[in-house]
């Protein structure tokens, strides 16, 4: 297979699409850390605590989501700068390791939506309880 430096720019609209997905992410749980961190300190409810862990679960999801996302993109640069120095080998092998890269991200934003359920979860069991 050879490599141009069109195939790492692939992954260049993808990437910009993932990170606003990200971001959006990111900001809502800063608002839900927010918000549940007042009712804490006025109830001090226990399932507020189950949330809370929740959120600090997911918060760690995202982090890694962005940090491996970020050095993905970084890496299809790399990847093109290698292509047009001509080291095609070198600029593959780094473009493969961005997609792995890309993968795992996707694959933390896939537990990061598992937990974003269990969160609701939380809630439910309470209204069940009462």
């Excluded at 507020?48 to 999801?61: D, G, P, T, V």
């Excluded at 993905?72 to 095609?88: D, E, F, G, K, P």
Aim: glycine share 4%.
């Amino acid at each position: 297979m050879t490599l141009d430096i069109s195939t790492p720019a692939l992954l260049f609209p993808a990437v910009s699409l993932l990170f606003l997905s990200y971001t959006n992410r990111f900001l809502h749980l800063a608002a839900l850390i927010r918000n549940l961190h007042r009712d804490w300190i006025e109830l001090k409810d226990e399932a507020l605590r189950a949330q809370i862990n929740n959120l600090r679960r997911r918060l760690k999801l995202i982090r890694w989501m962005q940090l491996l996302g970020a050095v993905s993109l970084l890496l299809c640069v790399v990847s093109m700068v290698a292509v047009v120095a001509n080291y095609t080998v070198t600029g593959m092998v780094v473009f493969v390791t961005a997609l792995v890269l890309m993968g795992l991200s996707l694959v933390f934003l896939t537990l990061e939506i598992w937990c974003s359920g269990g969160a609701l979860q939380i809630l439910l069991n309470r209204v069940e309880k009462e």
